[in-house]
């Protein structure tokens, strides 16, 4: 009989009961709203907004709906003018070129590198091709470029800063946190993100008129005095004339199941990595199968992993084998698929873009790229068991080739 794995590769561990209390206390009192609040108490999205620029170690934080929400305003808080052009990694997810398009910007996609990272040369070529004052840098699946080389190449050509951290809330470079890099910083909190809170949006900087301005495009009317961080009354002089409202809040449930997580992250980093270096270490013993190289500066949080394997090259024979996989439960996504399927898409898809770059070292490395989450409900047995698997199909694969 063949070894079956058995296990969802996207089901996450429960909310901590603290939580779950915080919540349920939170609903009885039905007030869910950030701003309706008693005389003299803090909102729990305040209370989060706090703590998790205290985690961060900025001034500022907002908390919002989403993601692709925090990206949308993080641009348009930085000054982003329709028309103008953003510079973003060509290897994402669908919400970042879809934040540049909501805020009115022309994305400029720029090469990876094998390594997942934004291919430096390239975007320095492209700073000085397109001009683009703004460069949305997206962490893709966690991978951290040299961070000390962006901030000077955008130091260098007076470019803005923005970090899409959906994969490295709690990672850091060359021990500074990922989001500290950048003018402005964005963190998803969907369900599976670092924490969870089914969806939701982090936004940090240590700018007091971008987070002015970010708070006031999240909707907070004449209540910014009652957000967790927020800068001299002074700041909001002009901004909370000029900036329009976005209506984008988040509310005191989903702030509430948060908090009680963040105590909690750094811990669950550890065991991330715990599983992915298993999953990296067993993987590098399958013949043919290609590991991105993760440099001595990075802290990253495997919470999923990125491989190639060698010797499929044919489209036909990746979609076989990512079948013969399922079959025996191990769920594998593939980032080169021409036709976008769940959550992943290749850059040439997002049609609403106009004529897509042709990006020949990007569309070489995702190819093949197959992609596996590491959720934390997973144990290291779990991962011996997957890496024996893809052993196994991938050698029939091969062998069939
Ligand atoms: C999830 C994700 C986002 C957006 O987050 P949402 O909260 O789902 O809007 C942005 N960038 C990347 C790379 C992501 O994975």
Redesign the pocket.
Known sequence: MQSVFEKPFTRQEPIPEAGIERAVEIMRTGKLHRYNTDEGETAESALLEQEFAEYQGVPYCLACA????A?HIALKAAGLQPGEKVMTNAF??A??PGAIHNAGGVPVLIEINSDYCVDLIHLEKMMLESESKFFMM????GHLADMDAVVELCKQHRVILIE?C??TMGATWDGKKSGTFGDVS?F???T??HINSG???LLTTSDEEIIARAIMHSGSYMLYQRHGTVPDEETFNDIRLDTPNYSGRMDNLRASILRAQLPLLDENCKRWNELYDAAETALKDVSGIELPVRPDKEYYVGSSIQFRPRELKKPEQIQQFLSSCAKRGVELKWFGSHDPQGFTSRYDSWRYLGEAPVLPQTLKILSNTLDMRIPLTFHLQDIALIASIIDDELAKATAAT
Do not use: F, I
Request: charged fraction near 15%.
């Open positions: 989403s993601g692709g929400y990206l994402t997810l919400p970042v997206s962490h893709m699946r899409d959906a994969h964005c998803s909190t969907q599976y993100k969806e939701g949006g």
